[in-house]
C-alpha cells in the first residue's frame, strides 16, 4: 500500500472589515503574528468541516496586501493548507471547497 501524501493548496480570501496598515507587511510585527494567528485558526475552524475534513492537517497564513489601487479599507489574505491525500482519493474539489 502507498503511504498518503501531504498535499498543499492555496486559499485566498478578503477581509473586508480589516483595514490593511504597514503593520500587515511586516511579519515580525505583533499585529502580522496576531492576524496571521487568528486567521489560520478561523481558516482550520472552517475546513474542518468541508469535505477534507478528516485529512485536513492545517494552515498557515503567509501574507496580507491591500486590494488594487489604494484600496486600503478591505485586507487580502493569502494562505498554504495542507491535507493528507490517500492515494485512492479523489483530486481535492476546489470548487466544492469554496461553497
Not at 490593511?20 to 511586516?26: A, C, H
Request: net charge positive.
Amino acid at each position: 500500500a502507498t503511504a498518503a501524501a501531504l498535499e498543499r493548496f492555496t486559499i485566498n480570501f478578503t477581509i473586508t472589515n480589516l483595514p490593511y496598515n504597514s503593520d500587515l507587511d511586516n511579519p515580525d510585527s505583533a499585529k502580522f503574528r496576531a492576524t496571521q494567528r487568528v486567521t489560520a485558526a478561523l481558516l482550520d475552524n472552517l475546513l474542518k468541516q468541508t469535505g477534507i475534513g478528516p485529512h485536513f492537517h492545517g494552515c498557515k497564513t503567509t501574507g496580507f496586501r491591500y486590494g488594487p489601487g489604494r484600496h486600503r479599507d478591505e485586507t487580502r489574505v493569502d494562505a498554504v493548507c495542507t491535507y493528507r491525500k490517500e492515494p485512492s482519493a479523489a483530486p481535492l474539489d476546489r470548487v466544492g471547497l469554496y461553497h
